[in-house]
């Protein structure tokens, strides 16, 4: 049930600029370890000393967070190609003073889970939300998905809090879905 909702058009801008923004942080890593290398030609012995460690500490760190938020995104595709965006009501319970990383979606009447932001946490109440208590979501609400503010602008990543799902089930097709969208992996709900 969608609660007498309109369902959204399907968009992939908002992926697009989301892949775009993780190819520039590969592009600025790139970028900035090359102008530190060059930086260090003709330098004293001693300065070498720092590059070296950046080079051995904090650009191989750089470059594995880079990599794996173009993993993730790469997830965000496979989980909007294979569920339409929905729209959905939706509130922000907070746990803490200033905690924006949970949301809660009315899927239907009964069932209202709460779903996590991962891997950072977003205000997406003040994301450029023309509606802040409706929400698009792709996915299956027992796994999770996919949600974005009204516009399919900021795609962001959620799965189910506590972990397990749970909620009405979807049978065996949603299942091999949720499988092929790698939601699930070996039925347990992928945490990232």
């Not at 200033?98 to 899927?107: A, D, G, H």
């Not at 959620?158 to 070996?186: F, H, I, M, Q, S």
């Amino acid at each position: 049930m969608r609660c007498g909702l309109r369902a959204p058009p399907p968009t992939a801008a908002g992926h697009r600029r989301l892949v775009a923004r993780r190819w520039a942080w590969l592009v600025l890593v790139l970028l900035l370890t090359g102008a530190a290398v060059r930086a260090g030609f003709g330098k004293p012995v001693r300065d070498l000393v720092g590059l070296a460690v950046f080079s051995l500490c904090v650009y191989p760190l750089l470059l594995w967070v880079t990599s794996l938020a173009l993993r993730r995104t790469a997830r965000v595709s496979r989980i909007l190609k294979s569920y339409p965006w929905r729209a959905y009501p939706c509130d922000y319970p907070r746990r803490a003073a200033e905690s924006p990383k949970v949301i809660r979606v009315r899927f239907a009447d009964d069932h209202a889970p709460v779903l996590r932001l991962t891997p950072f946490a977003v205000d997406l109440a003040r994301k450029q939300n023309p509606s802040p208590d409706l929400i698009w979501f792709a996915g299956d609400p027992r796994y999770g998905g996919v949600i974005s503010p009204v516009g399919g602008h900021f795609p962001v990543r959620v799965v189910p809090e506590p972990p397990g799902g749970g909620g009405p089930g979807g049978g065996a097709e949603a299942d091999v879905l949720a499988e092929r969208a790698e939601l699930v992996k070996g039925g347990r709900v992928r945490r990232t």
